[in-house]
């Protein structure tokens, strides 16, 4: 019997841990540059550190885990308002704008908020892009619990990207350099 | 043969025994830091230094208060900051956090244990850099703690 209860233990043990284990997230970064120094860097961030340490941050725009957006016109834009009415609206593709340097396009697919820009600066050849998908679970919590129309709860937004699972938030190629943001459950980009 | 060493000396070589043991474990939950710098030229100089962290706090205590203030005014509002992520890192798995290679050099920050470890390997030099968490975060802390012996910042 007490043979039994100590192996019934070690298996409750051993399956915490591995639930534990499994149940972290890890936030890559890796830049591969193609140009003459061909460095590569790799970030690996465990998801908890970023939920820990974000809240204890005080800076210029960011307090207690919220980021105040200004610049970039957000005086002119109520972001949280697109954003609501986005994350309430049929998938379709909402913003498309083509010109000589760069074709910008917006649309909701599913669950996701996909954001493709292509900045050719008029030479195609070396075009960059840049490809962003974002979870409609990550936008709405961005939304949560802010005080104002700039502010953006970036701490809501991990915590909802650490439940959403593995996931390839943005990607960057031109000629020299590709960059990969993602989210997964392994602490090794490799 | 031990009963007839005097009761006196046999109290000081067990408080000389007691306090060595003591000052042994103290160091090694404290850790140590570690940095060593082999210069890869012919003749190049070979620097290992071993420092057990328990000294550091002890270290910065000579360090004059004003000095320790300048740099507190801009460590403080980091602080929190840096007490949350020690204290995640502490319990985050073994992982290699950063790696930056090219063809000149290879740098990694690796959290290994309870330490930070620097590696860079160039044509030059290889240069391995440990610190225990735990002594970032007292170094932290000390710093800090200056700022408020020289008063609130501005």
């Known amino acids: 019997m007490k043979k039994t209860l100590l192996v019934l233990a070690g298996i409750l043990v051993g399956a915490t841990m591995a639930l534990a284990q499994s149940a972290e997230s890890w936030v890559h970064v890796r830049v591969v540059s193609a140009d003459e120094k061909g460095e590569t860097v790799k970030v690996n961030v465990p998801m908890s550190l970023a939920v820990a ?69 008029g030479n195609k050849e070396k075009a960059e892009q840049v490809d962003v998908k974002v979870p409609m679970s990550v936008v709405k919590a961005l939304l949560t619990d802010v ?24 990607t960057v190629h031109d000629g020299n350099e590709s960059v990969r943001i993602w989210v997964d459950s392994k602490s090794t980009a490799d | 043969m031990i009963s007839k060493i005097p009761p006196v000396v046999a109290g000081m070589l067990f408080l000389t025994g007691a306090t060595a ?41 000579m360090v004059p208060s004003k000095e320790l203030g300048k740099h507190a005014k801009e460590i403080q509002p980091w602080l929190p900051a840096i007490r949350a992520a020690c204290k995640e890192l502490e319990r985050t798995p073994d992982v290699v956090l950063v790696e930056v290679t090219n063809p000149n050099e290879h740098v990694t920050i690796t959290k290994r244990g309870g330490a930070i470890h620097i590696d860079v390997v160039d044509p030059g030099e290889n240069v391995h850099v440990v610190v225990p968490l735990g002594t970032i975060q007292s170094v932290a802390e000390r710093l800090a ?10």
């Open chain 1, 53 to 121: 340490v974000l809240p204890a941050i005080h800076s210029d725009d960011l307090h207690d885990g919220k980021v105040h957006v200004r610049g970039h016109h957000s005086e002119d834009i109520d972001l949280r308002a697109v954003l609501e009415a986005v994350s309430k609206s049929p998938d379709n593709e909402y913003v498309t704008v083509e010109s000589k340097e760069e074709n910008v396009r917006v649309a909701k697919s599913g669950e996701y908020i996909l954001i493709k820009v292509t900045d050719h600066k």
């Open chain 2, 21 to 61: 043991v003591t000052g042994a474990v103290m160091t090694y939950n404290a850790g140590s830091i570690r940095v060593s710098v082999e210069e890869k030229k012919p003749g190049g100089d070979h620097v290992h230094i071993i420092v057990p962290a328990i000294l550091v706090p002890a270290a910065m205590g």
């Open chain 1, 147 to 170: 005080n104002d129309k700039d502010e953006l709860n970036v701490l809501a937004a991990l915590e909802a990207l650490k439940a959403h699972g593995p996931l390839d938030l943005v």
């Open chain 2, 145 to 154: 703690a200056g700022g408020e012996q020289e008063g609130p910042p501005a």
